[in-house]
């Protein structure tokens, strides 16, 4: 019989201890994976919703809230004096002195219109800026209608091609909308069909190739179009700018902006990364802190738990001992013992953290965020677990090893 034969039976004897072992262990990995797999995934996330979104600052109307409480219950807030953006506003940023900062001016009004039997969005805007913006919009070519374009969540943000689209092509008379994948698949037309919104006919210019973004479900047209269909002359709902942070100051900018539109509400996307990545850090802090604390403690389990072993089993030492054991024998029995309880615990607590991690992960975070299996993270975790149950068996190892074989068989 091998030793690894003579530590898998000794740890079949003692399932119980085994189990508490395991479990001990388990839970420090679990706490490590689950933090871990959030974190990661909560930057990933951002930095796809960054990608996603191209412009660095997004000016919206400045809305008032008024709260109302009632013996300590509080009311929904009450919106007032609630303001508009007009093209106006986009006169006014045109004229910053720091408008060399700003590469593209996006104004765009949002709306519903009727299309036959069905409500459609309408989004009017400067369809050349919209496409500076974001880069990754590109007009379906022949023959590719039906087929799924790249996601904007497979593209890395650091590779995108600015110059994915020729812009100049981009241009489109009044009578003429520029359709999202999506919504071109439910209407059932094409690039040269005829389509009715809002009592009026246009011609679909092309259609957008699939990008997993809002854009799929929008009928887009130029703007001065949309504010007539939704009787909104001169107004817009919203105003996104790209900005190059290297050709002057962003605070300034932003100074400008807010000095500039007092009624609106400027929102710096990079700053809200910012904050949100150190919302993270102190996240991953104390994760890292409470992780540290519940591993030290699943340490002391197993080498508590495998010191008792070694005392329960004196007799059985001695007996190895007496029939020729050597010390390293014995101690490499109780090391294999906490090695195979080790790659258990670590299996179980990768599992147990990234269900966890699935589970909890949105709910902590806030946000919608995937989480997959990682081949690296569980290796990783498995290895971890195998160092602290070694480690952890060290002294018994010893204990065992230095047991006196005559003491030992005294007991028989």
Do not use: C
């Amino acid at each position: 019989m091998t030793l690894f034969q003579i530590a898998i039976n000794n740890l079949r004897r003692r399932k119980s201890k085994m189990v508490f072992v395991v479990l001990g262990l388990a839970i420090g990995i679990a706490t490590i994976v689950s933090v871990f797999n959030v974190v990661e995934s909560m930057r990933e996330q951002m930095t796809r919703q960054m990608a996603d979104f191209g412009a660095n600052i997004v000016i919206t109307p400045d809305t008032g809230e008024l709260a109302f409480s009632y013996g300590g219950i509080t009311i929904p807030p009450t919106l007032f004096d609630v303001e508009q953006l007009t093209m106006v506003d986009v006169d006014k940023i045109n004229e910053l002195p720091a408008r060399q900062m700003v590469r593209a001016v996006a104004p765009k009004l949002l709306g519903v219109a009727s299309s036959g039997a069905r409500h459609v969005i309408i989004s009017g805007s400067d369809l050349q800026s919209e496409f500076a913006i974001k880069p990754w919009l590109r007009l379906q070519q022949s023959g590719e209608m039906g087929e799924a374009s790249p996601s904007p969540k497979d593209m890395d943000y650091e590779k995108l091609n600015l110059a994915r689209e020729d812009i100049s092509a981009v241009s489109l008379t009044d009578g003429e909308v520029l359709l999202g994948a999506t919504i071109a698949e439910e209407l059932g037309v094409m690039p040269g069909d005829t389509l009715e919104i809002a009592g009026m006919e246009f011609q679909v210019f092309a259609v957008l190739a699939e990008n997993a973004s809002t854009e799929d479900n929008q009928v887009m047209m130029n703007l001065a179009v949309s504010q007539r269909i939704l009787q909104r002359p001169g107004e817009v709902t919203v105003i996104e700018l790209s900005a190059d942070y290297s050709l002057g100051s962003e605070d300034a900018l932003l100074d400008q902006l807010n000095g500039a539109l007092p009624h609106a509400e400027v929102i710096s996307l990079r700053q809200a990364a910012l904050g949100r990545d150190e919302m993270v850090t102190r996240l991953t802090r104390f994760g890292a802190s409470v992780s540290i604390l519940v591993l030290f403690v699943g340490m002391l389990t197993v080498a508590i738990t495998m010191s008792g072993a070694v005392r329960e089993r004196t007799r059985e030492i001695g007996i190895f001992r007496a029939i020729g054991f050597r010390k390293s024998h014995v101690a490499t029995i109780i090391l294999i013992e906490g090695a195979v309880v080790s790659l258990l615990g670590g299996a179980v607590g990768y599992v147990a953290g990234l269900a966890a991690a699935r589970g909890a992960g949105p709910f902590l975070s806030g946000m919608e965020i995937a989480v997959p299996w990682s081949t690296g993270l569980f290796l990783a975790a498995m290895l971890l677990a195998v160092i602290i149950g070694v480690l952890a068996s060290l002294y018994p190892a010893r204990q065992a090893s230095r047991l006196d074989p005559a003491e030992a068989l005294r007991f028989m």
